[in-house]
């Protein structure tokens, strides 16, 4: 008897838990619209480094540790680390393992990471490979734009279409313990391409992944939307999730009484951010202050976190290519008490 | 009471099988000691594509493809698929998984990707979250060079202590099954640096995560190097494994008796590689041929096979920063008949 749903659901027997979150974001991601709730909000993006992406790995490495503290553990009881970032080559996170010299797994899902990272760590505690451990992931602007777009000094014209990576971190320890928001079942995506190549339109490139994986979702637990009180994209941004409402409603789910984006939501319209944020950053953020805090507090119940990811790169992209897309799903709830009984 | 021992070791009870596998390489690789092994070797690398890096993708496709069907299983019955690969981005396996449509998860850790996505893969189909499971990698030395080192149309002279990024893909399909090769326990890596920051000396750099893992697997499980009939590391080349036997015997451990590695074995001396292969597909391409070939005959029971993984970019060395390397190790054994007891 498999621990899974249909063809793309695995369901978490033993209720791995929210033992311990962090967030850090840069300082125009503090000045929208979830400055209260993050963690910590940096004065200045370089955060004391020499490059961005030395920052990038100061922040993660940052968010990883916070997390530890918060969950009342000590570095040496994380039993693996799962975590991936934007850069090539992941740098940010393996430079941020390097120093915390716990057992790593790297991983590349793009903005997607925040749930892959999840489904990795609750699957290594609800099979009994690991009694804690740390999911994170996260993002930075300018070593992003650097990357993949424009060097930041040539000051080049965003479309309109375009998003902002998000500068934040977030960071999970998942746990086997009995209190706590649970992991209660995730979905794992499959890479979906709808033929969108342009690399300032995020938000229309995943929300087809989202929406393959939201499907799964419902087809494969027989949950229906209105069985969560948040249903919560990572960055598909104003136009990508207004797609993904009606690419739903073609489907026959009607998401929108419950549904936002992180991306859409994450920076105030006086921002000039156009479809709003982006990156592993965005997502990762708001579920590590925002999204956990409403749920210790009883205000949310059920939440759905949709993470998607645009997976090309530089050369992918000048060769031609479209932009596959990824989305994974995990489905948190309050049952705090369900493995007491 | 968690399926671990020590602090970076997991043993998985319900011994996850080796149930099908394939390589595949490029005509150098052919040419080299492992020529006879492999599945299949190219006649040309760019295999009809226009670019390496459609090519690598193809080649990694192939094998997913190939060792599916070596499983005697259908494209279906794949719950998840773990793979990552050398590319910004790891282009090759999204793009792959693209066309297959299979959940899947990227994973990054450089050359030591096969045993990152053994370890992840086993976990699943231990943890009863898979049936089956593809955990593949592999890499191409057109498109290496060109993303880490310099055009090839350049025709730059290479160092001596250089490695030649092997053209070659590996995929396992891991199965619940009760017969096969079992996958006994593996240990997680932690990331290691020394302080070598010269990228034209890839195994000096990576074999002192070798031998923290290889410690950390004989402190953990109470075995030592006479408990394997091979210990197989990934890629440290010549120079490498010859640091890593020092290394060893430094710490009390005597490995040298059945000790190779897949980068110093991959060519002839004829081939002018100098220290060998390297590349996630150098300890991936001879594992799925060479080593399972000879534990299905019989004629190795107990292996252990360490890929080495050099965690930097180009960004991060340009940058002055020195390369974090990683190791994971797998265990293997002929236990074909243990769980029907």
Redesign the interface.
């Known amino acids: 008897?498999?621990?899974?749903l249909g063809?793309?659901t695995?369901v978490f027997k033993n209720k791995p838990r929210v033992v311990g979150s962090y967030s850090v974001v840069g300082p125009k991601e503090g000045k929208g619209n979830f400055g209260k709730f993050f963690h910590k909000v940096l004065e200045d993006d370089l955060f004391g480094e020499?490059?961005y992406?030395?920052a990038e790995s100061k922040m993660l490495k940052l968010a990883i540790t916070e997390a530890i503290s918060d969950a009342r553990i000590n570095k040496?009881e994380v039993?693996?680390l799962f975590a991936?970032d934007?850069?090539?080559?992941?740098?940010s996170s393996?430079?941020a393992?390097?120093t915390l010299?716990?057992?790593?797994?790297?991983?590349?899902?793009?903005c997607s990471t925040m749930a892959?990272s999840l489904?990795?760590g609750a699957?290594?505690v609800?099979?009994?490979?690991?009694?804690y451990v740390a999911c994170a992931t996260g993002s930075h602007f300018s070593s992003a734009e650097k990357?993949f777009r424009y060097p930041l000094e040539l000051g080049t014209q965003r479309p309109p279409s375009s998003q902002w990576t998000v500068t934040g971190m977030g960071c999970t320890i998942l746990g086997n313990t009995n209190t706590g928001i649970c992991v209660e079942s995730a979905t794992?995506?499959?890479?979906?391409?709808w033929g969108v190549s342009d690399v300032n339109n995020m938000g229309a490139a995943m929300c087809p992944a989202a929406t393959d994986t939201l499907k799964a979702h419902f087809y494969d637990t027989g949950k229906t939307p209105d069985d969560y009180d948040l249903i919560l994209t990572g960055d598909l941004g104003k136009l990508g999730s207004e797609i993904l409402l009606d690419l739903m409603e073609y489907n026959g789910f009607k998401i929108g009484n419950n549904y936002s984006d992180c991306g859409q939501m994450m920076y105030n319209n006086t921002q000039k951010t156009f479809m709003g944020g982006s990156g592993c950053g965005c997502g990762a953020s708001i579920l590590n202050s925002y999204v956990y805090s409403r749920m210790r507090k009883g205000e949310l119940k059920n939440v759905l976190f949709v993470a998607t990811g645009a997976?090309?790169?530089?050369?992918?992209s000048q060769?031609g290519?479209s932009i596959?897309s990824?989305a994974h799903a995990v489905s948190f709830s309050l049952g705090g008490k369900e493995r007491n009984v």
């Open positions: 008897m498999l621990n899974r063809n793309q695995l020499k490059s992406e030395a040496d039993d693996a991936g934007l850069m090539n080559q992941i740098i393996s430079f393992a390097k010299g716990v057992p790593y797994f790297g991983l590349f899902g793009a892959e489904i990795m699957c290594h609800d099979g009994g490979f690991a009694r990357q794992i995506g499959k890479v979906v391409d997976l090309m790169s530089t050369t992918s060769q290519n596959p990824i």
